[in-house]
């Protein structure tokens, strides 16, 4: 497919790369232009973070920071109201035998389950307090994408006027491996726009990249220059629907480019892995790639956040274990 | 503290089980040796872990005698599986014993434990289990029909890899059926001392391994005595000068596996973000007490500010401090004598007009340390450019094509390893073409195998340790000649 000569959606930020009128011809060179990957040694470099050994009080602030990070989310055919408030309920009190545990980041759904979320929430909402839980809704025809602008368009619109903090869209896979960049970039602009509530103000916008259809780490780092470029706040690793999901040498491939962009640029980009993580040890090597790659001030449910669902239960009883010095079992969480 | 503070993860010490002092390995047991004893001491530390018998030229001799004793009456006489067998008997109790003999090579050596346990002890057991795999097999070394074992071989072996460089030396020795006297170097001799109880332990034939303690004079008296059919040695340049005029003209067969100043390459379409780790791996592994290490950082002058950046950010988050810790990344320097060395070729670089950049991690009050540490500005005439510093120092050098990066890499006395990062394939092959170097890693740096032979150029030796090859350095090829049956 030729690259088109048009004239690509301009934001503040690819005026600062690609410069003013940029094209997809331009942006196809830029991403082409970015180093590679090799795949063995970002293996090596995620393999190294997993031999850090997170003992006493390291592992105690670990296993808060996961839960104050984690996008519990529930993403069903099945899910009904029922479901939806049991998952709140949870995102606020994580563990009911530790009134100290943190709440989580956010829930994350459906966009026609929003309102119910936020029904649930109450004044446990982000907005009104701190330390409260956001709302998070997939949109743009998720998990494949396969729909027409407009529709990703209404969809969007439709879960941020329902009251979403948060919208995780997914890009156009088909569009990307057969080359069309600039449509992919301009989609993402769109939506970004889209984002936008009647304030003014927007709504956070997370940019799937579904890592495990794009198959290679150069495909990758493309993906994540280009989300970036077009307004991502957050870049995310996968819907949790294809396999593999979210992998360590992924995340710090995806890690290094809002690394890279902010020493160029000063911006802080977010980070969200999600689908595949389980385990509290594997949560903390993840804590362990953002702290050694990006840096510690990235450890924060602002910047970096977890998508996902067992992990929590997981997490909980490792708290637990903590704090008691034996381990509980599953009857001692709760089930969603 | 702040998370990446990590809180202290150490390696508990309590699965060692060391005597205060210990003996030399002569004859299956351990016996006093003739001369004073002296201390082994952790260089983290500077707490002495054991005492240790300094071998005289009598002790030497005792030692050679029970090899060749037992070289005529049990080993040459085995046969090829039977000794195999023995071989990976070793090499099974080595991976039983790892946790063990890492704790006790991080503690004596001071490098960190993460490198003993996922490095060098895992890398032993896979030395003695691919040559025992070779021990029935000689006729198909490439060699002739029927290979004869040498005899006696003594070897001298460093501090940087004490177990490592034991098992490159042993393994292949006795597969091909020679016995062996060896020396550890004077201030790591503590896990060669356990692998003679590891020898015990698989009930080798007494006398087929003997490990005998001390320094240069011990070393001297091993590489003159008169009965030696074979002298291996791993270490400096100059020693190795000195081993090879004093066995010049002998019939005893000599490998040597000298200094080096590994030349590492990165073109400007490298995998940028993996070729730092390549950097950090090629100089900075083992606090770049590393005879193949990638000292000289030779990178294409347009990307020359963007990779010294990327160099010094990764190397700021690298943890330099207790070996036993399981986050250490950087260990102590073994030796003070070594610091000295080091510090004083940092000076010169100084002094030559180079600029230094070195990590600002905390230095620990005891014991011997270096900061990891950058030299750019660096030029082919500086002697931090052409003198092997073993130690976390590289100095980077720039070109501009690949003709002068080769002009540049092979423009040194040494030529054991080189490195090329690249994404393009052919350039890498090309180049590597042209390298003068025993070992060339592409887009990897400092990895190992067994299978894989390795040795130097010019001034960093000769012979081949490691694969087949390795092989030739213990055996004579056959005399047979067709019609004819020696």
């Known amino acids: 497919m030729s690259p088109r000569a048009s004239a690509l959606a301009t934001t503040h930020r690819s005026h600062s790369v690609l410069g003013s009128g940029a094209t997809e011809k331009a942006l196809i060179t830029f991403l082409r232009g970015i180093p590679g990957v090799d795949t063995v040694g970002a293996e090596a470099r995620a393999a190294g973070f997993a031999t850090r050994s997170l003992k006493t009080t390291s592992k105690a602030a670990g296993l808060d920071m996961i839960m104050s990070m984690v996008d519990l ?112 970039y301009d989609q993402i602009v769109s939506i970004k726009e889209a984002c936008q509530r009647a304030d003014g103000s927007y709504a956070h916008l997370k940019v799937i990249l579904e890592t495990g259809e794009l198959a290679t780490l150069d495909n990758v780092r493309r993906a994540s220059w280009l989300a970036i470029l077009a307004g991502a706040d957050f870049i995310k690793t996968s819907t949790g629907k294809v396999s593999p999901a979210a992998t360590l040498p992924v995340t710090v491939t995806m890690l290094e480019v809002i690394r890279d962009w902010h020493g160029m640029t000063g911006e802080k980009i977010g980070m969200k892995p999600a689908g595949g993580i389980r385990a509290s040890k594997d949560a903390l090597r993840y804590l362990v790639a953002v702290a050694e790659t990006v840096g510690e001030q990235w450890l924060t449910p602002d910047l970096f956040r977890f998508g996902a669902s067992s992990l929590l239960n997981d997490v909980v009883m490792q708290r637990q274990k903590m704090r008691t010095g034996h381990y509980s079992g599953p009857d001692y969480v709760s089930v969603d | 503290m702040t998370f990446l503070d990590y809180a202290p993860a150490p390696e508990s010490t309590s699965i060692l089980n060391l005597k205060p002092s210990y003996g030399l390995f002569i004859g299956g047991e351990f016996v006093d040796g003739g001369g004073s004893s002296f201390a082994s001491i952790s260089p983290s530390t500077e707490k002495t872990i054991t005492t240790v018998a300094e071998a005289t030229e009598a002790d030497v001799d005792r030692a050679v005698k029970a090899a060749r004793v037992a070289y005529d009456t049990t080993w040459s006489k085995m046969s090829g599986s039977e000794r195999g067998k023995y071989l990976f008997r070793i090499a099974r109790i080595v991976q039983e014993r790892t946790r063990e003999l890492a704790v006790a090579e991080s503690m004596d050596n001071g490098k960190p434990i993460r490198e003993t346990r996922d490095v060098d002890i895992p890398l032993v057991a896979a030395w003695f289990f691919y040559y025992a795999g070779w021990a029935d097999k000689l006729e198909y070394a490439g060699l002739g029909p029927n290979p004869q074992s040498l005899g006696v071989a003594a070897q001298i072996v460093p501090w940087n890899f004490p177990l490592l460089m034991l098992a490159w030396k042993i393994a292949p020795a006795l597969a091909a059926g020679n016995t062996v006297v060896l020396k550890p170097a004077e201030t790591t001799p503590l896990t060669a001392l356990l692998f003679a109880e590891i020898c015990q332990q698989a009930q080798l034939p007494a006398g087929v391994v003997n490990i005998i303690t001390g320094a240069g004079a011990t070393g001297a008296a091993m590489v003159a005595h008169p009965d030696i059919n074979k002298l291996a040695f791993t270490g400096s340049t100059p020693v190795g000068r000195q081993i090879a005029s004093t066995l010049a003209g002998t019939n005893t067969k000599v490998t040597l596996e000298l200094g080096g100043k590994g030349a590492n390459i990165i073109f400007d379409d490298a995998a940028i973000d993996q070729a730092i780790e390549g950097i950090i791996s090629g100089i900075f592994f083992n606090q770049g007490h590393v005879c193949c290490a990638g000292s000289r950082l030779l990178v294409q002058e347009n990307i020359h500010d963007d990779v010294v950046n990327r160099l010094q950010n990764r190397l700021a988050t690298l943890r330099l401090g207790d070996p036993l810790d399981k986050n250490t990344d950087i260990g102590a320097v073994n030796s003070k004598a070594q610091l000295q060395r080091i510090t004083e070729l940092v000076n010169v670089g100084e002094g030559e007009g180079a600029t230094r950049w070195s990590s600002p991690c905390a230095i620990p009050e005891k014991g011997f340390w270096f900061a990891p540490t950058v030299f750019t500005d660096v030029h082919t005439s500086h002697r931090i450019a052409r003198e092997e510093i073993f130690g976390p120092v590289l100095s980077v050098l720039t070109f501009r094509t690949p003709e002068e990066a080769i002009a540049k890499a092979n423009n040194s006395p040494y030529g054991l390893s080189a490195g090329i990062w690249t994404e393009k394939a052919s350039r890498m092959l090309a180049v590597a073409d042209k390298l003068r170097a025993g070992v060339i890693w592409a887009n990897t740096f400092n990895k190992f195998d067994p299978a894989s032979p390795f040795g130097g150029y010019q001034e960093s030796g000769y012979g081949r340790e490691g694969g087949r090859h390795g092989l030739a350095a213990y055996l004579n090829s056959s005399d047979w000649k067709a019609g004819s049956r020696s």
């Open chain 1, 73 to 184: 989310t529930t993403l069903e055919g099945a899910d009904t109201r029922g479901k939806v408030h049991t998952l709140a309920k949870k995102a606020i009190v994580p563990d009911s035998t530790d009134p100290g545990a943190p709440s989580v980041a956010a829930v994350c759904v459906y966009g026609d389950m929003v309102a119910e979320v936020r029904e649930s929430l109450g004044s446990w909402h982000i907005s009104q307090r701190p330390d409260g839980v956001a709302i998070a809704a997939v949109a743009t025809a998720f998990p494949s994408g396969r729909a027409s602008m407009p529709v990703k368009i209404l969809d969007t619109q439709f879960a941020v006027s329902e009251g979403a903090d948060e919208i995780d869209m997914v890009i156009d896979r088909g569009a990307f491996l057969s080359g069309s960049w600039g449509m992919v």
